[in-house]
């Protein structure tokens, strides 16, 4: 459902979804402002894990004191599947029960709690639904996005051009959330110019974890040495855990990109765009990620990646990967952790690059020579 506070006054129980984090707290904001009528009094907030249903429909069904509703604020709502037994019963024209399905950081697309979250997501939306409530969806189409933020720099009085848009767009990882976030930064930085330039954007924002190792694999795809290395610092920073960084970050995201374009290696083979493969190409691809349901801009990147890489070149990359996680692990010889990790990246440039001239003298080849 479209976002429209008046429609969600309308009813007692509001559910707002969707994986936009910005939009949906902006409706919040909005949503507590209109029904508490800045009067706090008579509003009340609970944490989902750390309570039950039936506290928050006893508190909603109280009298509101000085504001026209008793409005009821439920957060990080997909931590718990409650909606399992979820039943509201009749609750007085004044209450108001939000419940915010907050974003869950913390685990890759692929893992057992983020399965469980999207489980929790659906029911709770076919909970509420069932119960007279009105589901708001904050999802936004990955080709809106681009847009959006040109639209939110211009209502800021800063003109921004679509590939400047589109470079805040896949630094922000494709999330409309993060690219407005980085949007304050960057206006304030630009100061009285007129335009946000894209000079602008990468002085300033902080790229995510996902645009970094797009980064490291095309500079691994270009067999420079040097600069993967640099985006591999990038992505470890000074994180004293670097165990931790490495495990939750780049190993899942390295793998992740990697099966993308595994994907698009097998629709450049077969000459066919991912969104329009065959049968015999597409049940290949795997459920989590998958190529075809990917946002544009990272088909596109796997594309692009896929035309210089082969199967024999990726599944030396994958070795390097679980060579460097067994390193890590015990179960190879090793020595620090940030030297695991850069001999993974070497022994990559090394798959990928093309083989050298037996003449030629290793320290005038490119890929040894940025090493």
């Given at each position: 459902?479209?976002?429209?506070?008046?429609?969600?006054?309308?009813?007692?129980?509001?559910?707002?979804?969707?994986?936009?984090?910005?939009?949906?707290?902006?409706?919040?904001?909005?949503?507590?402002?209109?029904?508490?009528?800045?009067?706090?009094?008579?509003?009340?907030?609970?944490?989902?894990?750390?309570?039950?249903?039936?506290?928050?429909?006893?508190?909603?069904?109280?009298?509101?004191?000085?504001?026209?509703?008793?409005?009821?604020v439920?957060?990080?709502?997909?931590?718990?599947?409650?909606?399992?037994?979820?039943?509201?019963?009749?609750?007085?024209?004044?209450?108001?029960?939000?419940?915010?399905?907050?974003?869950?950081?913390?685990?890759s697309?692929k893992?057992?709690?983020?399965?469980?979250?999207?489980?929790?997501?659906?029911?709770?939306?076919?909970?509420?639904?069932?119960?007279?409530?009105?589901?708001?969806?904050?999802?936004?189409?990955?080709?809106?996005?681009q847009?959006?933020?040109?639209?939110?720099?211009?209502?800021?009085?800063?003109?921004?051009?679509?590939?400047?848009?589109?470079?805040?767009?896949?630094?922000?990882?494709?999330?409309?959330?993060?690219?407005?976030?980085?949007?304050?930064?960057?206006?304030?930085?630009?100061?009285?110019?007129?335009?946000?330039?894209?000079?602008?954007?990468?002085?300033?924002?902080?790229?995510?974890?996902?645009?970094?190792?797009?980064?490291?694999?095309d500079?691994?795809?270009?067999?420079?040495?040097?600069?993967?290395?640099?985006?591999?610092?990038?992505?470890?920073?000074?994180?004293?855990?670097?165990?931790?960084?490495?495990?939750?970050?780049?190993?899942?995201?390295?793998?992740?990109?990697?099966?993308?374009?595994?994907?698009?290696?097998?629709?450049?083979?077969?000459?066919?765009?991912?969104?329009?493969?065959?049968?015999?190409?597409?049940?290949?691809?795997?459920?989590?990620?998958?190529?075809?349901?990917?946002?544009?801009?990272?088909?596109?990147?796997?594309?692009?990646?896929?035309?210089?890489l082969?199967?024999?070149?990726?599944?030396?990359?994958?070795?390097?990967?679980?060579?460097?996680?067994?390193?890590?692990?015990?179960?190879?010889?090793?020595?620090?952790?940030?030297?695991?990790?850069e001999?993974?990246v070497?022994?990559?440039?090394?798959?990928?690059?093309?083989?050298?001239?037996?003449?030629?003298?290793?320290?005038?080849?490119?890929?040894?020579?940025?090493?």
């Open positions: 459902m479209k976002w429209d506070p008046e429609k969600a006054l309308k009813h007692q129980i509001v559910l707002l979804s969707g994986n936009e984090d910005t939009l949906r707290m902006r409706a919040l904001r909005e949503l507590i402002e209109l029904s508490a009528a800045g009067d706090d009094f008579d509003l009340e907030a609970f944490v989902a894990d750390s309570s039950s249903a039936p506290q928050w429909l006893a508190s909603a069904g109280t009298t509101p004191f000085l504001s026209p509703r008793r409005t009821i439920v957060r990080n709502i997909l931590r718990n599947d409650l909606f399992k037994e979820f039943s509201s019963g009749p609750l007085p024209t004044s209450a108001l029960l939000i419940l915010v399905a907050d974003d869950e950081p913390g685990d697309d893992s057992e709690k983020q399965r469980k979250l999207d489980s929790n997501r659906k029911g709770w939306e076919q909970a509420i639904s069932k119960n007279g409530g009105a589901v708001f969806d904050f999802s936004v189409d990955a080709k809106q996005i847009e959006q933020i040109r639209a939110e720099s211009q209502a800021k009085g800063k003109k921004m051009s679509p590939k400047a848009a589109d470079l805040l767009r896949e630094m922000c990882g494709g999330s409309l959330s993060r690219a407005l976030e980085e949007l304050e930064k960057i206006l304030i930085f630009a100061g009285d110019t007129e335009e946000i330039r894209e000079s602008d954007i990468r002085a300033i924002t902080i790229a995510s974890p996902e645009w970094s190792i797009f980064k490291l694999i500079s691994i795809t270009r067999a420079e040495t040097g600069e993967a290395l640099r985006q591999l610092q990038v992505l470890v920073g000074n994180n004293p855990k670097i165990e931790d960084v490495i495990f939750r970050t780049i190993f899942p995201l390295l793998n992740s990109q990697l099966e993308q374009i595994w994907q698009a290696r097998a629709c450049v083979e077969a000459g066919v765009s991912p969104t329009n493969a065959p049968n015999s190409v597409s049940a290949a691809f795997l459920d989590r990620p998958n190529l075809a349901r990917l946002g544009e801009w990272q088909r596109n990147k796997a594309m692009t990646s896929a035309r210089t082969s199967f024999d070149a990726l599944t030396k990359c994958f070795k390097a990967i679980a060579d460097a996680d067994a390193r890590l692990k015990g179960a190879l010889p090793s020595f620090s952790s940030r030297d695991t990790l001999r993974m070497l022994e990559m440039v090394v798959a990928v690059a093309p083989p050298r001239p037996a003449n030629q003298s290793p320290h005038s080849a490119r890929a040894l020579s940025q090493s």
